[in-house]
């Protein structure tokens, strides 16, 4: 059974700092892997999908690596701001019938 | 403008009593989804329909009835609310049924008394 497990579940860090976000997940066997970004009182926005052939994704600020082999996924958030603060969780698609499998989220503070 | 939506936004209503949420899409998309977020955070899928045809159904009581009168809309009723329900309730929905990347409602915030 697929488990996705997120580490830390909170997280507090300046204005300005480079920080990463962790996800790890049990079954090699995954279609792809996202990161999506939850807001209170919002909806999940999804900021990068993964292919399971794929090693790393950017857009903007953001950089998600992908290692299947190893079961882990990490989120690099460079010159964090406070607008980035919000919850973020990453999710993993089964090969076997496309459902998302969900970490519960690192929530992430940013000070300015 | 809104891809996503749902009515209502926050639900209030005691034990026993049945109650409908709304989602409806306007980005052409084939398929969409009902998740549920616990207390501690876990989303879990709950149903999946593809134009109209329902293609997922996990372990979720019966009480949880989904109805799809067309492929932008998919409403879900609950029947016989029980305190357990309280969640928050998403949409969502893709351009097919797969892996794809799926746009999310704003979510439905249920609370049972």
């Known amino acids: 059974k697929q488990e996705v497990t997120q580490i830390p579940a909170a997280l507090s860090v300046p204005e300005g700092e480079n920080l990463v976000l962790n996800c790890s997940f049990t079954d090699s066997a995954i279609y792809n892997l996202q990161w999506f970004r939850q807001d209170p009182g919002k909806g999940l926005t999804s900021l990068l999908l993964i292919q399971s052939s794929q090693r790393e994704q950017t857009s903007g600020r953001l950089n998600a690596s992908l290692d299947k082999s190893s079961g882990r996924s990490t989120l690099y958030i460079a010159a964090s701001q406070p607008g980035d603060s919000a919850t973020y969780l990453c999710?993993?698609?089964?090969?076997?019938?496309?459902?998302?499998?969900w970490g519960a989220g690192t929530k992430l503070i940013i000070k300015p | 403008d809104t891809a996503v939506s749902q009515t209502p936004k926050y639900l209030v209503t005691q034990m026993g009593n049945d109650k409908s949420i709304k989602c409806e899409q306007n980005?052409?998309?084939?398929?969409m989804y009902w998740y549920k977020q616990d207390s501690k955070k876990f989303l879990k899928i709950m149903f999946s329909?593809?134009?109209?045809?329902?293609?997922i159904n996990e372990t979720v009581p019966n009480r949880f009835s989904p109805k799809s009168p067309d492929k932008a809309h998919l409403n879900l009723h609950i029947n016989s609310l029980e305190l357990g329900d309280s969640a928050v309730y998403f949409c969502?929905?893709?351009?097919?049924?797969?892996?794809?990347?799926?746009?999310f409602g704003p979510g439905t915030r249920l609370t049972v008394t």
């Open positions: 999710a993993v698609t089964l090969d076997s019938n496309y459902q998302l499998i």
């Open positions: 980005l052409g998309h084939d398929t």
């Open positions: 969502a929905s893709s351009p097919l049924a797969g892996a794809y990347e799926q746009y």
């Open positions: 329909y593809n134009n109209k045809e329902l293609i």
